[in-house]
Nanobody
Framework: QVQLVESGGGLVQPGGSLRLSCLAS????????MSWYRQPPGKERELVAR????????TYADSMKGRFTISRDNGKNTVYLQMNSLKPEDTAVYYC????????????WGQGTQVTVSS
């Protein structure tokens, strides 16, 4: 069965860092575009970052540029999101997603991991 399992979330102080991981199984990971989305409290889910199957092409939301980095290890079927200089407005449930191409919508979703940025 297809599974995307996120980990690495938690409570962090403003200005701190977290590294999220998403372990994938049940599909050919290296053929899929991988993305991170987030859903702040009371808001709609939004794209955070997207990475092509080879890791050559990256897309970030404007507010994350220079602070967040998406990467992948196809040998480990894992995609990462390094988050630096975190702000309270980054508080959200973060979701891993997989899709076949960059212009497509996600086919698979993870269960989400909570990130809370607060002093």
């Amino acid at each position: 069965q297809v599974q995307l399992v996120e980990s690495g979330g938690g409570l962090v102080q403003p200005g701190g860092s977290l590294r999220l991981s998403c372990l994938a199984s049940g599909f050919i990971f290296s053929n899929y575009v991988m993305s991170w989305y987030r859903q702040p409290p009371g808001k709609e889910r939004e794209l955070v970052a997207r990475l092509s199957s080879t890791g050559a092409l990256r897309t970030y939301a404007d507010s994350m540029k220079g602070r967040f980095t998406i990467s992948r290890d196809n040998g480990k079927n894992t995609v990462y999101l390094q988050m630096n200089s975190l702000k309270p407005e980054d508080t959200a449930v973060y979701y891993c997603a997989a899709q076949r191409g960059v212009l497509e919508r996600p086919d698979y979703w993870g269960q989400g991991t909570q990130v809370t940025v607060s002093s």
